[in-house]
């Protein structure tokens, strides 16, 4: 409660990406039109999930549930993150800091655990097809979905509470667009150090143990693709592979590059001009990423048109 009591700052200012207004009206607009297609590009994957029943299995069930989190994350920072940029300056309230924080952070933390999920069902699929069905049945989709939601809050919860367990009283000049947990930390008015390596160290659990899943599981898989012996059945399992090995090397990589190494004093700016790569752009590729070679997703989309033509069809009949 000491340090609680000596925390005078009330809101910070976002130095944000440039302070070139005219770069910044360019870059509102950018960054909505990207917003815009990440929410509708996530929400067309759910939809197309939850309406055709071809795409009731567990791959796309976590797909689903990697897309409501794609929309949930960019949802915590890009409106304010716009709002700035078209208000030319970037105060925000201590409270409203805390709680983007919470959420970037925890909602990062779930998709780590969930990629993971994700990979290993597709071990299952690759390597024990026979056992698939019941080793991957709903009641373990749901197990699985659950637990990297409730791992992910928890780890970071944990965090963001070292974080914000310690005093503000000046500066209040975050160098970024949005309130990362690192940056934050660095403006603390007491000894971060010991809070430094213990946060590094549940970081580098969120970020190394669903790693070292994934790792494992496609060095198993790509061990049982080079013993198949049908040539149609390796293109099957690595083109069912590919997508969801792109997306992981996209966030894992900057991920790692961010929270696990130290930045530079000469490149002030570095991280967060890597954050528009994990906060704007990945969310965007993901779906795009998941449905441009997906011929199950192309085949929901053609049944969706065709039953929306019909529909019309009647309507204009009627």
Not at 44 to 67: C, E, K, Q, W
Not at 128 to 155: C, D, E, K, N, T
Request: charged fraction near 15%; charge should be positive; glycine fraction near 6%.
């Amino acid at each position: 409660m000491g340090d609680e009591n000596r925390s005078s700052i009330t809101e910070f200012i976002l130095v944000g990406l440039t302070n070139h207004r005219k770069t910044q009206i360019l870059l509102f607009l950018v960054i909505l039109f990207i917003y815009t297609l990440t929410i509708a590009g996530n929400l067309v994957i759910i939809a197309l999930v939850r309406g055709d029943s071809s795409l009731h299995t567990p791959m796309y069930f976590f797909l689903s549930n990697l897309s409501i989190l794609e929309i949930l994350y960019v949802t915590s920072s890009l409106p304010q993150m716009l709002a700035h940029l078209l208000a030319g300056k970037g105060a925000i309230s201590f409270t409203r800091c805390a709680f983007q924080m919470y959420m970037v952070i925890c909602l990062g933390s779930v998709e780590c655990f969930l990629l993971g999920a994700m990979a290993y069902d597709r071990y299952l699929a690759i390597c024990h097809p026979l056992l698939y069905a019941i080793a991957m049945g709903r009641g373990r989709q749901v197990q699985l979905a659950s637990a990297s939601w409730a791992s992910g809050f928890l780890l970071a919860s944990i965090n963001v509470g070292l974080t914000l367990h310690l005093p503000y009283c000046g500066p209040n000049r975050i160098n970024h667009f949005f309130c990362d947990m690192p940056i934050v930390l660095k403006l603390a008015c007491a000894d971060i150090r010991a809070t430094e390596r213990n946060i590094i160290i549940l970081a580098a659990v969120i970020i190394i143990i669903p790693f070292f899943v994934i790792l494992t599981s496609y060095v198993l898989i790509l061990s049982s693709v080079i013993q198949m012996q049908s040539a149609t059945g390796r293109r099957k399992a690595f083109s069912t592979c590919a997508s969801h090995l792109i997306v992981v090397i996209l966030f894992y990589g900057i991920l790692i590059f961010v929270y696990l190494t130290p930045g530079s004093d000469a490149a002030p700016d570095r991280d967060k001009e890597l954050a528009v790569l994990y906060i704007v752009v990945t969310p965007l590729l993901n779906p795009v990423i998941y449905t441009l070679r997906n011929k199950d997703i192309h085949g929901a989309v053609s049944r969706m048109l065709q039953r929306w033509g019909f529909k019309r069809k009647m309507l204009l009949m009627s």
